[in-house]
T-cell receptor, first 124, second 112 residues
Framework: ETGVTQTPRHLVMGMTNKKSLKCEQHLGHNAMYWYKQSAKKPLELMFV???????ENNSVPSRFSPECPNSSHLFLHLHTLQPEDSALYLC???????????????????????FGPGTRLTVT | KQEVTQIPAALSVPEGENLVLNCSFT??????LQWFRQDPGKGLTSLLLIQSSQREQTSGRLNASLDKSSGRSTLYIAASQPGDSATYLCAVSSGGSEKLVFGKGTKLTVNP
């Protein structure tokens, strides 16, 4: 496996279900992201895990709960979703400079985000 | 708050034509700018990344320019092909957490 993978690719769930989306990156990156893409709207950043710390967008409802057990895996736990939550959920990863070590060094791919294929979620 | 605008929203051209996609952003204090391609129902593929200190980047038939002071970037596609048909997204990174702010995209159709 290479790049960023996401499972499942398609998910249909009822409003009372609990499900989880999984993302895995094979790029050795240290930051991972969840985005939501709804029809006719720009991509919206939902959550960021950067250098093992979580940075979240305060406008994300609590029915979305992220989990990042290590730098290679990211989950999005879903419960009691609404039909308007139907969208394409995209995961991405990037490389950020470490907190200690060689400060100031920038490579061509630093901060460049690599995206997975997405999970198409439909809430019925 | 950073806002990214892409013009036009949709573009249809005959095969072989050279074309330019436009992106503008409101806050010129950016770290980098990325152009992505998205095929229907699929994820994003990174095309070009321009650091704030750079003026342009080239990859094959693609050339992206950046004018940070005016808040503009263009993506130039030479000799367009039907396989170039997709939505092209522009995104800028401004903050310390390296969040990307996306435009709504330009949907390109290249007709054979």
């Amino acid at each position: 496996e290479t790049g960023v993978t996401q499972t499942p690719r398609h998910l249909v769930m009822g409003m009372t279900n609990k499900k989880s989306l999984k993302c895995e990156q094979h790029l050795g990156h240290n930051a991972m992201y969840w985005y939501k893409q709804s029809a006719k709207k720009p991509l919206e950043l939902m959550f960021v895990y950067s250098l093992e710390e979580r940075v979240e967008n305060n406008s994300v409802p609590s029915r979305f709960s992220p989990e990042c057990p290590n730098s290679s895996h990211l989950f999005l736990h879903l419960h009691t979703l609404q039909p308007e939550d139907s969208a394409l959920y995209l995961c991405a990863s990037s490389q950020e400079p470490p907190r200690t070590g060689e400060a100031g060094r920038v490579s061509g791919s630093l901060y460049e985000q690599y995206f997975g294929p997405g999970t198409r979620l439909t809430v019925t | 708050k950073q806002e990214v605008t892409q013009i036009p929203a949709a573009l249809s051209v005959p095969e072989g034509e050279n074309l330019v996609l436009n992106c503008s952003f409101t806050d010129s204090a950016i770290y980098n700018l990325q152009w992505f391609r998205q095929d229907p129902g699929k994820g994003l593929t990174s095309l070009l990344l321009i650091q704030s200190s750079q003026r342009e980047q080239t990859s094959g038939r693609l050339n992206a320019s950046l004018d940070k002071s005016s808040g503009r970037s263009t993506l130039y596609i030479a000799a367009s092909q039907p396989g170039d048909s997709a939505t092209y997204l522009c995104a800028v990174s401004s903050g310390g957490s390296e969040k990307l702010v996306f435009g709504k995209g330009t949907k390109l159709t290249v007709n054979p």
